[in-house]
């Protein structure tokens, strides 16, 4: 399983771009990316998903190099509600088990 | 879509009684599930990988006779913690996987499990 290392914290305010990047050297050919979203007590929410280059949905960009050794999470404008616990996940396609390994997460504060 | 539902949200149980905890993915299919345990502050930490028709694949130092975990038919998998005691206490979470080209997983919101 490739490890991943994000920052354990991060500060903001509202109204600014927060990218956050996440290493993951070991990632292996066929390992995606994917980012989720945790508030204290729920269940982590899928933000974004991608395997190289860059992806961009409704809620933010991801943004991944050729080697794919590392990726950029970037979330646009954010507010105090983007306040949250975010994952760097990576795992491969292996047609059904895909075992993923949560580190220990970035804390964002989005401040006023 | 990818909604993955869990029942109950929070359970308060006596020490010594056993617990069932739900999972269910409400508009897709899932051959696998996870299970999750949380404890404050901290990461997610993987329990079991549960597959339909087929016994859970444990990880390395969760009792499987005291986590029963049964999954059943492709939209529902169960997790039992028997015999219940204080340290069991702790936030489960469950996830399903969407098969398809990236096997995506998608959380449940979670169970609180306070053993007095």
């Known amino acids: 399983l490739a490890k991943t290392t994000q920052p354990i914290s991060m500060d903001s305010y509202e109204g600014q771009e927060v990218n956050i990047t996440c290493s993951h050297n070991?990632?292996?050919?066929?390992?995606?990316i994917t980012w989720y979203q945790q508030f204290p007590s729920q269940g982590p929410r899928f933000i974004i998903q991608?395997?190289?280059t860059k992806v961009t949905n409704e809620v933010a960009s991801l943004f991944i190099p050729a080697d794919r050794k590392s990726s950029t999470l970037s979330l646009p404008r954010v507010s105090l509600s983007d306040t949250a616990v975010y994952y760097c996940?990576?795992?491969?396609?292996?047609?059904?088990?895909?075992?993923?390994?949560f580190g220990t997460g970035t804390q964002l504060k989005v401040e006023l | 879509g990818a909604v993955v539902s869990q029942h109950p949200s929070r359970v308060i149980c006596k020490s010594g009684t056993s617990v069932k905890i739900e999972c269910r993915s409400l508009?897709?299919?899932?051959?696998?599930m996870f299970w999750y345990r949380q404890f404050p502050k901290q990461s997610l930490m993987l329990m079991a990988t549960s597959n339909e028709g087929s016994k859970a694949t444990y990880e390395q130092g969760v009792e499987k006779d005291k986590f029963l975990i049964n999954h059943a038919s492709l939209t529902l998998s169960t997790l039992t913690v028997t015999s219940a005691h204080p340290e069991d206490s702790s936030f489960y979470i469950c996830s399903a996987e969407s098969a398809g080209n990236t096997d995506t997983q998608y959380f449940g919101p979670g169970t609180r499990l306070t053993v007095l």
């Open positions: 508009d897709f299919q899932a051959t696998t």
């Open positions: 996940l990576v795992g491969g396609i292996t047609g059904g088990g895909n075992k993923l390994t």
């Open positions: 991608g395997y190289k």
């Open positions: 070991n990632i292996a050919t066929n390992d995606y």
